[in-house]
């Protein structure tokens, strides 16, 4: 069965189809999404001569539509289940969506994770980072406290002493 719309009609319908369709694109471009929940992560350790270690910690944004600054983080470190230490920055890095960058810590293990990271030898040892990440939307967002909880493992660097990756 075929169907005659007259042509007003017709035009007036197509109209109202595309100006729906651009009204909803544009409410998408408009409006940005909330910041997602960052990770941390170690991404190298190193052991000083002095008794200090400095840890690289990768901080990711997982936010597809906006970057994010980051404030500050405030983590306990545990390896092999045993504290090893707290790790606090205050980076302030801007990481674009979807994106990660590094910062820089230096602190005093705890006895018990340092013996627990010499028993591993040569091999594996499991962490987790506890604490808090602030980071803000945007370069100058309000800084806005996210629980961490990043769990990883460190491995020996192959013929280099006192650095785990």
């Given at each position: 069965?075929?169907?005659?719309?007259p042509?007003?009609?017709?035009?007036?319908?197509?109209?109202?189809?595309?100006?729906?369709?651009?009204?909803a694109?544009?409410g998408?471009?408009?409006?940005?999404?909330?910041?997602?929940?960052?990770?941390?992560s170690?991404?190298?350790?190193?052991?000083?001569?002095?008794?200090?270690?400095?840890?690289?910690?990768?901080?990711?944004?997982?936010?597809?539509?906006?970057?994010?600054?980051?404030?500050?983080?405030?983590?306990?470190?545990?390896?092999?289940?045993?504290p090893a230490?707290?790790?606090?920055?205050?980076?302030?890095?801007?990481?674009?969506?979807?994106?990660?960058?590094?910062?820089?810590?230096?602190?005093?293990?705890?006895a018990?994770?340092?013996?627990?990271?010499?028993?591993?030898?040569?091999?594996?040892?499991?962490?987790?980072?506890?604490?808090?990440?602030?980071?803000?939307?945007?370069?100058?967002?309000?800084?806005?406290?996210?629980?961490?909880?990043?769990?990883g493992?460190?491995?020996?660097?192959?013929g280099?002493?006192?650095?785990?990756?």
């Open positions: 069965m075929i169907l005659h719309v042509r007003k009609t017709a035009r007036a319908l197509a109209a109202t189809v595309l100006l729906g369709t651009a009204l694109l544009a998408c471009t408009g409006m940005s999404t909330k910041l997602q929940p960052p990770t941390a170690i991404q190298q350790l190193t052991l000083q001569s002095d008794g200090t270690w400095v840890a690289v910690v990768r901080i990711q944004n997982y936010s597809y539509d906006t970057g994010m600054h980051v404030y500050a983080m405030d983590a306990a470190l545990s390896l092999d289940g045993k230490g707290r790790i606090t920055l205050s980076p302030g890095l801007d990481i674009p969506a979807m994106d990660a960058d590094t910062a820089t810590a230096t602190f005093k293990p705890g018990q994770g340092a013996a627990a990271l010499a028993a591993a030898k040569a091999n594996a040892i499991a962490y987790e980072l506890k604490g808090t990440l602030s980071v803000g939307k945007g370069t100058r967002g309000s800084a806005e406290p996210f629980q961490l909880d990043g769990k493992y460190l491995s020996p660097v192959p280099v002493s006192n650095i785990w990756r």
